[in-house]
Structures are given as structure tokens and as C-alpha cells.
């Protein structure tokens, strides 16, 4: 979510004169430092990072708004031919023609990373892909690697690769291999912003987040 809150952050703060104070990390760094006993006014990852704020008492359910949704796709440097992803065995075959892929590192708890790493366990090519698998570490974007060389095919978000110069985008993982991310924006139960924290929240479910959500890759919820 990040270039949607780096667009929509100085929107929302002209619009209301409320100030925002931003910071990223992946969905798992997320959920560590609430568990270390950060605190935030409004949090906004995927979905089962969420529930897992629900679970510990952190954010109540009730207080939990569906943003947008988004899928993981496949890259390639910008002019390479295109391989076959159309149907899992087509991306099983590719993957073990490539010389190299990255995806984000599942240690560091990135959604698609996590989900990719499940991806190649269906596929039963872990062993075969370790090898050659270049991790993408936090600063270090999946796209960039692939569009610097330094991996063939790169799989993430579809909003994080689009924003990347030097790629093209083959597709979406085939089939019952997709994953669609759901992210929630979840006030939290120690807010003292309870105000700000809801406009913040049905700021990003106006159409003009909306618009913003979806140029930027994802699918926006609807009011």
C-alpha cells in the first residue's frame, strides 16, 4: 500500500487538516512491532495480519474496513520473450527452464513472498528452484532484480511491480495458484485519534482513493 498512501496521505491531510505520520514495512514486520508493543492509530496490511491483531485484542473486529484487494503476477526484463504461465504446469515448466527468480524473502513476512514460497510446494520444485533463487530483502524491490538482470522472472503484487521501469508484466499466477490480497485498515484499541483514525479510514473509501487504488494496481472495495 505504500505509493497508494504516499499519493493519497497529502490528499487526505489537505482535505481534512489532519496530519498523518507514515511509516512501512512488510505485513509481517507489521504485526512484530504491535507485538513488541509499538502502537499505532490505524494499521493497514493484509487481511491475515489483521486477524491476527483481532486474535491478540490489538484492533476489534468492528473496527476493520476492507481497502482494496490485489493479485500476484509474473515479470520479465522489459523486451525478453514472454514464457508460458497460462496454466500451472505451463509455470512449472518455465520456472524450471529459468536461470534465476526472485520473490520477496518469506522470513521477512511479505504477503506474496509467503504465498509464493506455498506456490512452489504445490508445484513440487522447491529443491530444484533453490539453486537458483534470488530473495528479494526489504529495500530490495522483486522488479528492480529483474530488470537490473539479476534475476529472469521476479513474482510480487501487481501494484508493486507496475510501478517498476525496465519490466514487463507476462500475467497473473495461473488458475487456483493466485492469491488475492486483502487489505484491511484496522483502528486500533489504544487510538487516542478515534476521530482522525475514522476519516482517515472513509477517506480511503471515497471515489477519489478509489481511482487512486485502482491506477495503482489494485482492485478498490466498494462502499
Known amino acids: 500500500m505504500q505509493q497508494v498512501m504516499e499519493d493519497l496521505g497529502p490528499k487526505f491531510e489537505h482535505a481534512t487538516g ?7 514495512a512488510t505485513l509481517g514486520g507489521v504485526v512484530q512491532r504491535v507485538q513488541d508493543g509499538e502502537t499505532a492509530d490505524v ?3 493484509p487481511q491475515q495480519g489483521i486477524d491476527s491483531l483481532v486474535k491478540d485484542g490489538k484492533a476489534s473486529a468492528g473496527n476493520v474496513t476492507v481497502i482494496a484487494r490485489s493479485g500476484i503476477g509474473v515479470a520479465i526484463r522489459k523486451g ?3 514464457p508460458d504461465i497460462s496454466s500451472p504446469e505451463a509455470l512449472r515448466r518455465t520456472l524450471l527452464a529459468a536461470k534465476s527468480i ?3 524473502n518469506p522470513a521477512d513476512g511479505g504477503a506474496s513472498g509467503n504465498h509464493f514460497a506455498r506456490v512452489l510446494e504445490r508445484l513440487g520444485i522447491v529443491n530444484e528452484m533453490k539453486r537458483k533463487t534470488v530473495l528479494a530483502k526489504p529495500g530490495d524491490d522483486t522488479g528492480v532484480l529483474v530488470a537490473n538482470g539479476k534475476a529472469e522472472i521476479g513474482v510480487h503484487q501487481f501494484q508493486v511491480l507496475m510501478s517498476v521501469a525496465g519490466i514487463d508484466i507476462v500475467g497473473p499466477l495461473p ?7 486483502v487489505f484491511g485498515a484496522a483502528i486500533m484499541g489504544g487510538t487516542k485519534s478515534a476521530g482522525a483514525s475514522k476519516a482517515f479510514v472513509d477517506f480511503l473509501r471515497t471515489p477519489e482513493a478509489a481511482a487512486v487504488i485502482k491506477a495503482k494496481g489494485m482492485e478498490p472495495a466498494t462502499p
Not at 489532519?18 to 512501512?24: E, G, P
Not at 488458475?175 to 490480497?181: A, K
Open 18 to 24: 489532519h496530519k498523518l505520520a507514515i511509516t512501512f
Open 43 to 45: 494499521i493497514i496490511i
Open 80 to 82: 525478453a520473450p514472454r
Open 102 to 104: 526472485t520473490y520477496s
Open 175 to 181: 488458475g487456483d495458484l493466485q492469491d488475492t490480497i
